[in-house]
Nanobody, 128 residues
Framework: QVQLVESGGGLVQAGGSLRVSCSVS???????????MAWFRQAPGKGREAREL??????????NYADSVKGRFTISRDNAKNTVSLQMNSLTPEDTGVYYC????????????????WGQGTQVTVSS
């Protein structure tokens, strides 16, 4: 019913930049509101339980970052378009992984509510 679709991953050299984006859509009706949105990262060889929070943003645009990305990454969202983006600068090989979009508290005009939703992930690879 509700889809989260990420885009923008790829291969970049250390020190470079990438921007990943996520769009939330619904097949029937419209998205009424989304509470919190976030980006998680799953490092190579690690399971789903090892996904780590990279950055989060509330509907009011309060942000929270993992210590390892503070000052390098910037999360932003567009409530009108139901999108969230992550600008990643000064990338290092340790930033390599699959980046997952996460949306919490999704309300649809049809009356349905969703607690926590995940995208399919987009690969980010940083070469040294």
């Amino acid at each position: 019913q509700v889809q989260l679709v990420e885009s923008g991953g790829g291969l970049v050299q250390a020190g470079g930049s990438l921007r990943v984006s996520c769009s939330v859509s619904v097949r029937t009706g419209k998205i009424a509101s989304i509470s919190d949105m976030a980006w998680f990262r799953q490092a190579p060889g690690k399971g789903r339980e090892a996904r780590e929070l990279v950055a989060a943003i509330t509907r009011g645009s309060s942000t929270n970052y993992a210590d390892s990305v503070k000052g390098r990454f910037t999360i932003s969202r567009d409530n009108a378009k139901n999108t969230v983006s992550l600008q990643m600068n000064s990338l290092t090989p340790e930033d390599t992984g699959v980046y997952y979009c996460n949306a919490q508290g999704v309300r649809v005009t049809s009356g349905l509510n969703y607690g926590i939703l995940w995208g399919q992930g987009t690969q980010v690879t940083v070469s040294s």
